[in-house]
Every structure is written in C-alpha cells, then in structure tokens.
C-alpha cells in the first residue's frame, strides 16, 4: 500500500467531518422556561461549552490526524502512537462524549431541555467516522487507494475522439520520428518498400536479395510467400484499435512484434484485403489481421 496517498475509508471518515460541521451549526439543544419561552443552542454558542471540544472539535481533529497520516512517513510517532491511531482514538473518544450528551441535562432539572436537530446529526457523524476509521485498516475494499496509481485514466469511448498525446497525428512527437509512409523522406504510397521484398533503388549496394552481375533477375513475388495484393489506391491514415490488438510479423509469420493499445494513434502504411500494415511511434511496422471497430483519424 502506498502511505502517501488518501484511501477509500478516508472518504468515508471526510465526509462525516463535514457533516459534523454542519451539524455545529444546527440547533443541539432546545431549552424551555415552561412560559411559552424557548431558546436554543448550537455548537459554536458557547465555545467552551463541553460539547464543543469533546464531540466536535474531538471528530473534527481526528479527522484530520488520519489525513495527514497518509502523506507523512508511515515511522512518524507521536508518543508511541502513529498519527491515524491518535485519530482512530479520537474518534472513539467523541462517540463517547455524543452518547452522553444524549443522555445528560447540563442545565439542571429546573428547565426543560429538548434534543436539537444538531445533536443527533452529530452523533450519527460520529458514528460514522469511527466505523470508517477503524474499519480502514481491517477491510481490504477501504485500504485501496482513493486515487489509483498512475491517476485516473479516462476511457475513451468506441466513436469518441481520443485526447492527443504521443502518436496523435498532428502532435509533436517525442523524438524524430522513423521514415515509413506519411513522414517526409519515406517511401510514398503505392511503391513497396526495398527492405521488405521489393525492387531495389538505384545506386543501392548489391546484397542479399539482389541480382549479382551476369545473373537474371528474380521476379519480386517468388522472393517472398504470396500474400494478399496492396491496394494502389490506398493512402495512408491514422487509427486507433478500440482494444488491444496485437501486430504481427509483415511477412505473415504469427509472431507478435508489438501489441496496440487502445487511447493511442498509429500509422495505417498499407492496407492487404481486410488487414493493415501499421506502423508503431519507434518505428516498428506489422500485420494488423483485426480491423473490424478500428477508429479512423
């Protein structure tokens, strides 16, 4: 678990704070003369009425302590005690304090005395600190964390433009990019690319694959499997997969080389029957078989 960040309990013991706090400002007691006269109190009539810095300000700093808890080191002690255990203690502490005040008449027998809106606000706001403090540290769903790691992607839905970033077109990409189609410098649609097969350019070293002097010249098919024709019409695009897909080798072989990722834009180079040959930000280049719910740039 990572001690720096707020988690699911935490939810739980800050929205009862604020729900103590509101609660102070609400009537906690109703007081009647027997006249007909009534007057009423709040938490914050008498700052330092008992109530006031045993229910409130007791939840209101434990509240606190178990936040400051996550962002400071986990070896931090106060008294031998670690800031969420002060808090936890705290909060135990002002469900007990809210009990009795349900209970006792601090004005004495003389005056009625009515339970306010506020009192019993704040003492289900208690209630419910202490349960989610204490239960934080037991149950696994409320130590997760409140804000994943990473911090929250956002899904794109399938006809949605995805947000731009590395590898949407028109972005600044990071780093020069490799020549393949639709870069400045790389091979334009329609003319196959020597490395993969196809004719080579002149002035090129002979190697392996071309023809050496004397020798006749291989036609461009019986150098390589027969594959699905390319389209000489296509023209290059960008797309994004609606999920992860993996890319194949370009020759055909079913060896992935790269796997695309949904939220991030890749190169359509050349389009055999219903696959694809896209291009990855390094520079990769495979056989995308899956094109069915792709999203066209």
């Given amino acids: 678990m990572n001690n720096r960040s707020l ?20 009537d906690f ?21 008992p109530v006031m810095p045993t229910v409130f300000l007791g939840g209101l700093i434990a509240t606190v302590l178990i936040v400051v808890s996550r962002f400071v080191p ?23 304090s809210g009990f009795w ?9 003389k005056e009625a005395l009515d339970v306010g809106a506020g009192q019993v606000m704040a003492f289900i706001a208690v209630i419910l600190m202490a349960a989610g403090a204490i239960a934080t540290p037991l149950l696994p769903p409320l130590r997760a964390g409140l804000i994943p790691a990473g911090g929250f992607k956002q899904s794109q839905p399938y006809g949605g433009q995805p947000q731009p970033g590395y590898g949407y077109p028109g972005a600044p990409q990071q780093g020069q990019p490799q020549p393949g189609y639709g870069y400045p410098g790389g091979p334009q649609p329609g003319v196959q690319d020597p490395s993969y097969g196809g004719q080579p350019q002149p002035g090129a070293q002979p ?14 098919q019986q150098a390589q499997a ?16 609606p999920v992860a897909r993996p890319l194949t080798g370009e020759d055909g072989s079913p060896t992935p080389i790269a796997e695309l990722t949904p939220g991030t834009w890749y190169l359509a180079v050349e389009q055999r029957g ?6 990855t930000q390094d520079g990769r ?13």
């Fill in 74 to 96: 986990a070896e931090l002690r106060i008294v031998g005690m670690k800031l969420d255990q002060w808090g936890i203690a705290l909060t135990v502490f002002a469900v007990w």
């Fill in 274 to 279: 219903q696959a694809l040959i896209a291009q």
């Fill in 101 to 109: 005040t349900l209970l006792a008449n601090p004005l004495g027998a």
């Fill in 29 to 49: 007691y109703t007081i009647g003369s027997g006249f007909g006269d009534e007057d009423s109190r709040n938490g914050w009539s008498n700052f330092w009425w």
């Fill in 226 to 241: 027969p594959q699905a024709a390319a389209d000489p019409n296509f023209q290059p695009f960008w797309f994004a997969v």
């Fill in 7 to 26: 988690q699911r309990g935490d939810a739980v013991v800050i929205g009862a704070a604020v729900l103590l706090f509101i609660a102070s400002f609400l």
């Fill in 207 to 220: 190697g392996v694959g071309q023809p050496q002097p004397g020798q006749q010249p291989q036609a461009p």
């Fill in 285 to 297: 280049r495979g056989l995308l078989a899956d094109t069915s719910g792709i999203q066209r740039g």
